[in-house]
T-cell receptor
């Protein structure tokens, strides 16, 4: 049962433009959400997170938006850079629980 | 601070054998979680250890087990290996102080690539 879903498995974007990645979840008990970036043959690298008490969190070029009523979050990368080419995973956990549920990932390719 | 380290990085085993993977968390982190990544199932939670005790477990058979030592280092063991156990095994550490108080970010190691022949 996939509790975290990432549709549109791949995304190509021009350098300098915005990349938008979407994530939907089904478990209403989730209250902490994270985005990770992963290069081949490496472990996931933490990018940004958001708690359910917020609807937006920003860190440099990365912004995560959370819409609790729609059970939807998105990651915006502005501007996109060639080094951003990687697989991006959305993950979620419940309050006081370290068990992360992951989406299947989105492949992002930034074209120079 | 050094990141999460995992050994070995690559491993080849045959069916029926057992394997032990090791993980050293970030210094000061007391919680260690293990995940399995396969092309078909994606990233799936195996278990979490905190203060040498397993406090959360995923939906994997009993062939998958783990332990944590007093220095927070952790090992996971897979017995009677099957072809389907071929995967990237990832370890993640976090401070462990978040339980009951909310958010806690997990930081991942590079993983151990296991191939079962």
């Amino acid at each position: 049962d996939q509790q975290v879903k990432q549709n549109s498995p791949s995304l190509s974007v021009q350098e300098g433009r915005i990349s938008i990645l979407n994530c939907d979840y089904t478990n209403s008990m989730f209250d902490y959400f994270l985005w990770y970036k992963k290069y081949p043959a490496e472990g996931p690298t933490f990018l940004i997170s958001i708690s359910s008490i917020k609807d937006k969190n920003e860190d440099g070029r990365f912004t995560v938006f959370l819409n609790k009523s729609a059970k939807h979050l998105s990651l915006h990368i502005v501007p996109s850079q060639p080094g951003d080419s990687a697989v991006y995973f959305c993950a979620a956990s419940s309050y006081g629980n370290n068990r992360l549920a992951f989406g299947k990932g989105n492949q992002v390719v930034v074209i120079p | 601070k050094a990141g999460v380290t995992q050994t070995p990085r690559y491993l080849i085993k045959t069916r029926g054998q057992q394997v032990t993977l090791s993980c050293s968390p970030i210094s000061g982190h007391r919680s260690v979680s293990w995940y399995q990544q396969t092309p078909g199932q994606g990233l799936q939670f195996l278990f979490e250890y905190f203060s040498e005790t397993q406090r959360n477990k995923g939906n994997f058979p009993g062939r998958f087990s783990g332990r944590q030592f007093s220095n927070s280092r952790s090992e996971m063991n897979v017995s009677t290996l099957e072809l389907g156990d071929s995967a990237l095994y990832l370890c993640a550490s976090s401070s462990g102080r978040g339980r009951g108080r909310g958010i806690e970010t997990q930081y991942f190691g590079p993983g151990t690539r296991l191939l079962v022949l």
